[in-house]
């Protein structure tokens, strides 16, 4: 089957994302993050209810003590988006707090951000081990709004290791079973 030029770039980006946890003290601008930001808008939610909020913040402060918060924060971010699900208006649409489309779109945003971030160059990687009620006080949530997922955004530092890789890597035939 022929690709467009558009499309084998997409099937380049989403093959050579990687979580980068190396990350230099230099900011991200503005414009970068609200680029990333836009794209998270395009992920595919359930219903097309857009349950999901996201929070950003690039101020020192905040991104220092979120990390203080969140042990499976090993990079330095100098941005980032968590995103959080929105269960009071989940609830004015029918959904139960546990009903799995919620999760599912968290992780529909954050693969986004994740490729939006690689696609403009930035270094980016998911968080989700992190104290919920912590993080909900320091970004200062409204009520009812769960933190679920960090994305850290940052500048790769030149000369850091590549990241770890799984081994041996798995290919799509390992992870695919077809049916008739
Ligand atoms: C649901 C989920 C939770 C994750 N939580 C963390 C985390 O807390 N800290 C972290 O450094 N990486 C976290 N990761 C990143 C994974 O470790 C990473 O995606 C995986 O090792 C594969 O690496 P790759 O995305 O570079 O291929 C998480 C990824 C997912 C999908």
């Given amino acids: ?36 930001l836009d794209a998270g808008r395009w992920a595919p939610t359930a219903g097309n209810r857009h349950l999901q909020r996201f929070v950003a913040t690039d101020d020192p402060t905040t991104l220092r003590v979120l990390r203080m918060v ?48 690689h696609a403009i160059g930035l270094g980016a990687g ?3 081990s992190f104290s919920r009620a912590a993080v909900g006080v320091v970004l200062r949530l409204p009520d009812g709004w769960v933190p679920e997922m960090i994305v850290c955004l940052g500048h790769p530092a030149p000369g850091a290791p590549a990241p770890m890789r799984a081994r041996p890597r798995l290919t799509w035939r390992d992870l695919t079973t077809w049916v008739p």
């Fill in 70 to 117: 969140s042990p499976g924060m090993i990079q330095r971010p100098a941005a980032a988006i968590t995103v959080c699900t929105d269960h009071p208006r989940a609830a004015e649409f029918g959904f139960p707090s546990d009903a799995p489309g919620l999760h599912v779109d968290v992780g529909t945003a954050a693969a986004t951000l994740l490729l939006a971030a």
């Fill in 126 to 128: 998911p968080v989700t």
């Fill in 1 to 36: 089957m022929r690709h467009t030029a558009d499309g084998e770039a997409v099937l380049a980006a989403i093959r050579s994302r990687r979580v980068v946890r190396a990350l230099t003290d230099e900011p991200v601008a503005r414009e970068d993050l609200e680029t990333v």
